[in-house]
């Protein structure tokens, strides 16, 4: 299943794109699709060959033939020859399958690459496939799909358009189970409408010809109620109706799936001939290579789940308990769908704050966006209503197990009254990176952008006007299923509040203490402090009062045996050293897994980057500039500043931009660092200057972006 970027298109567009006939939008090969303002969402099982990806150009000679993991040749002349090519970021097998007399050929379960951070879709896979096809002369008959895939994206619509041949996209006739179940949540309600989706729908057992070869259709359901495996000669396609050996089955708790048809389906193939090869829709190796088919008699010597002996009721107890603990795929319902957003105006506008007045996050706009998600039926229609209380059971997951994420960015109004986001597709992608951590459902980045510049339009009005003053804007997504059970949870809320900020040095820079916690740790390899989440600020509470009662402003994590700089508080760390020969060193941590990627501190180091590289210029900021992410001992900030070759250090962050640092609690004594006249060093000075300037507008960007 999959997300159709109609690009800016209405309704009745979506609904003719939905039908699969519709003329889609253009795209350059192997291009970035925008899911635009209008973006559609439906899954394939509806569209089946609509175009996702629209009529892209014909791809050129500069891609190269994607080179396949083997190349499987059979000595029963009835067997195809069996090209495999594995793709990583879903371990999807995709197959072109040869008839070796004709050189006739089929594409089985073909993959476009989906960035679910960016909601954006390229074709560079499905272009080396096709870039195959042509090097070695084949003539592609059929793309074949196995079923309604809710773990990628199909290609089958683009291969067939970019290879202008007489190709028909097929799928099993049960097809049709699966449309009705999604159709009703897209609100496309007549069914008969679907019929031309496919090609071709096959029916159960039924025969066609590759070249010479014959081919078979098996009904194989369990995981989807429509899914088919395919039987050429010696080799049997099954898609995800069984995995290889080591990796078992795969679910079957998908709207229509069964665990009971699941074992009869594996059963059937477990009853071929010992020596037929069964090709997977999937592999997910642990400690081998991947791999792509095993024989049936490996498969019943072997199978983890399934092997001779394993009764069905246990098989059958064990694939649903089992389910009933997995999350939704990452792909079932991802795209938010900003059309359907609905709109309720307040009936009662609050009074606006005198801006001099304002304390951080305590004053809120008149209106909010919520977006509900449930397991079954993905994202439902936004909603922008007045600002008012949520209403959430006592069991929900959220207070109990912490299924929490958050997002920070700003609005600013120009000296013209424009008011422009800053950096918006940064926060969706990192939104989106702490979902997956959470087990939270992913979302169409683009699309929320959109709704938040809807909410921002409709309380534009609350953007002070004031220099150094801005919205503060508060994405944040939450699992609310009242349940007592640790699980990935079946429903969740995305939600959007804005607050009018002012300036975070209201009196100019000042300075601030930090107190080196080696008490506490914020993070650890392996564990979230790289994710947006509630529980990385509840837990850092408790370091920060204890600097706060030793006479620190706030604290600087220090980590390991090495007592590493990490974070400031809840911000990035940036240290300067000036090195004999006179460069300037702007140093961060590096992005371990432990510090946050700060959108910030990104910017920060790719305007240094661009000025050393001479991209752009920043007035006041040395020449002599070099940029690092490395890791920062404390015990090299304490010698550096002691030996006069510490230049400054200072925190990044959303609220603060800048937050300069002029001294260090470490180990029972306080380390001073160096800072300027106005509390800012050489380096940090410049580059907050242009940073703001950006944000503010008085220098054009591409970071900025209008909300109109």
Known sequence: MFPLACKSVPLAAARACFHGRAAAPRLPSTSRLVNATRTFSISSALLGAAAAVG????????????????????PDPSTPTVFTFFEKATSTWQYIVVDPH???????????DYDASSGSITTQTADG?????????????RVLETHAHADHLTAAQYVKQQLGQDISVCIGQRITKVQETFAPIYGLDDISSFEKAFDCYFKDDEEFKLGELSCRVMHLPGHTPDHVGYLVGKAVFTGDSIFNPDVGSARADFPGGDAEDLYASMKRLLSLPLDYRLFVGHDYP????????????E???RNKHLKLGTDPETFIRWRRERDAVLGAPRLLHPSLQPSRVEVELTQQPKSKPDPSTLTFGKTFTDHMLTIPWNVLTGWGAPRIQPY????????????????????GLKAYRDSQGEVALFRPDMNMKRMNTSAERLTLPTFNGDGVIELVKKLIRLDKDWVPNEAGYSLYVRPSLIGVEPTLNVGPPSDALLMVICSPVGPYYPHGFKPVALYGTTEYIRAAPGGIGAYKLGANYAQGLVAQRMAAKLGYMQNLWLHGPDHLVTEVGTMNAFAVFKHPDGVVELATPPLDGMILPGVTRDSVLALARDHV???????????????SERSIPMKEVKEAARAGTLVEFFGTGTAAVICPVDRIGYLG???????????????????????????????PHPWRVPIV
């Not at 009529?55 to 059979?74: D, F, L, Q, T």
């Not at 949520?390 to 958050?406: I, N, Q």
């Open 129 to 141: 496939l096709i870039s195959f096809i042509r090097h070695n002369g084949l003539t592609v008959r």
């Open 669 to 699: 004594e306080d380390v001073h660092l160096p800072t300027g006249p106005d509390g800012m060093g050489p380096v940090s000075r410049p580059i907050w200057k242009h940073l703001v300037g950006i944000q503010t507008g008085t220098i």
């Open 286 to 297: 642990q400690d081998r290579d991947q791999t792509c088919w095993s024989t049936v008699e």
């Open 613 to 627: 590289a001479g991209k752009s210029n920043i007035p006041g900021l040395s020449e002599k500039l070099i940029v």
């Open 299 to 301: 498969q019943r010597e």
């Open 388 to 407: 008012r209380p949520l209403e959430l059971e006592p069991s929900a997951a959220v207070l109990h197990f912490a299924y929490c994420l958050f997002e």
């Open 102 to 112: 004709t050189s006739d050929a089929v594409v089985i379960d073909p993959v476009l």
């Open 55 to 74: 009529r892209a150009s014909p791809v050129g000679n500069g891609v190269p033939p994607a080179e396949p993991w083997k190349r499987h040749i059979s």
